[in-house]
Every structure is written in C-alpha cells, then in structure tokens.
C-alpha cells in the first residue's frame, strides 16, 4: 500500500493527514465482521454493524431497494433466519476514504458462485458503522487495478 | 422530505446543519446528469463526472470489480462506444449524506429490465463527483420505505 499525504485546504487536508493504514485495518475489520455475521446467521451481530445514527440502505440482489433502519432490518431477520441462507466468504477486499466514510468493495464468494459488494461505512463514535450495502453478479476473475496511482 | 436538524459534536453537527434540501437538488442532478451520459452514450460527459481528486470504484452488473480512474473510465469508454449500449431511466432516486458524501440509490429502467445502482458523490470544489457506482439485478416493485424515520 502506497500511502499518498499532501496537504490541501479544509476537508482534505483532514482526510488525507490522517493515519490511513489503521483507519484501513479498522473498517477492513469491520467488513470481515459482516460476513462473519451473515454466515453465521448472527442476527444480533448483524443489526449492530448497520448505523443507528443515521440512514440506512441496502440492495440486496433481485430484490427492491430497502431504505431505512427499520426494512433492512426486517430483510436481514428474514435471511438469517433462514436455515439454508448461504455462507459468504468476503476476498479481495479493498477500501477508499472520503473523510470519516468509507467504501469498502469486495467480492462475496458463495457456494453458488461470485458476487461483488460495495458496502459503505460510517465512522461513529470511533468504530464504523454500514450505511449502506449492495450485492450483485461479479465475474469470478480478479479486481481490476490501475497501478497503484492513488491510495488503493 | 422532513428535514430533521439536530445539534451534535464536531463533523455531524456540521454534517446536519447544512442546507440540505439545496444539497440533496444538486446531487440528485448529478446522478441524473450520469444516466443523460449513459443514455446519450456521451463518453466526455461521463468521464467528467468522476471524480479526478480520488480513487474510484465501479461495478458493473456481471463484471469484475474495477478500481482507480484508468480501468473505470476504459469501462465506460468500451460500453459507450458501443453502438447497442444500452438506453438507461433512472426512476425513484433518493440520496443520504454523510457531509460532503453522497449516496444516491435509484431503479435504473432499460428497454431489457430494472437494475438498482447505488451511486456514491464526493463533493469536490462545489460539485458533486462519482466515486462508486454499483449496477445490479432488482425487482420491479418500488422501493420499500421506512415510515419518514430519517432524513429520507
């Protein structure tokens, strides 16, 4: 990992000064723990990844998008509390930094096959929070990179 | 909309102070601006609303996962020299902000289906700029909605 600091005015400056790779190893942290919850068919887990605090929304594939706390909720209640919802192991994960928000994209590996994820978090009270989270068809090859020309 | 201002510590009373109805105008046009270019198959047009600041993400339904500006504007030159790309609708779209973040999440409606994306904006010298965008398979329905508990 490259780690590009330069000073800029207001907002970036404060973005960019700050100590990168930990905020990184935190909400990388905090991605694995979604799927260790939804694999585990964790509801309680679940529910305390996703933001109290703020709004919420969440696309899951082939359904309608689910906009606040209280439906996506009830979506994740109802597919973890399915004994056959699949296990789903996160690789590739990588995340990009918008000040206290961050982007974390990955791609979910089911038994069924390959999805791609952006799930986007909150920094609240010093831990991040999911304020939002779509999954989708992915082609099973690598993540596509330009050479290292920013921070991821 | 019900704008609900509150007062809080550092970024989030920031984040919650702002004209946000003004806000919400100007980057629901910018995602509107983003399906004019699909649409109109105008490669400048999209290329200039990703941000050129930042590291950028997009997933394309069925694609592998494309990270930094080269691959993600390669992308959206291949599909939009294509003289089949398709003509896209966005319908129902709605924002969230995190301060100077926006994600934006929408039905986009082809001649072939409905997909729901979830588009993320930086703000960037008083525009709006894309820096995640995600494409996949949804149900027609409208969106399900939380009873106005938030901002959205």
Redesign the interface.
Known sequence: VTLVCHLAEG??ARATVRPVARDEAEVLAANAAFYEAFSSRDITGMLELWSQ?????C?H???????????VSASWRAILSNPESPRVRAE?A?A?F????A?V???EVLFEGVL???N?F?REAGTWKL??H??????T???????G????
């Open positions: 907002e970036r605090e703020r709004d919420v929304v696309i594939p082939g359904w309608q998008i689910l906009r606040g706390r209280a439906s590739d990588r990009l918008l000040g206290d928000t982007i994209t990955c791609a791609a994820a952006t986007v909150a304020v939002a779509q999954a989708g068809p992915a082609r090859a690598p993540a596509t990179r330009d050479d020309e920013l921070l991821n």
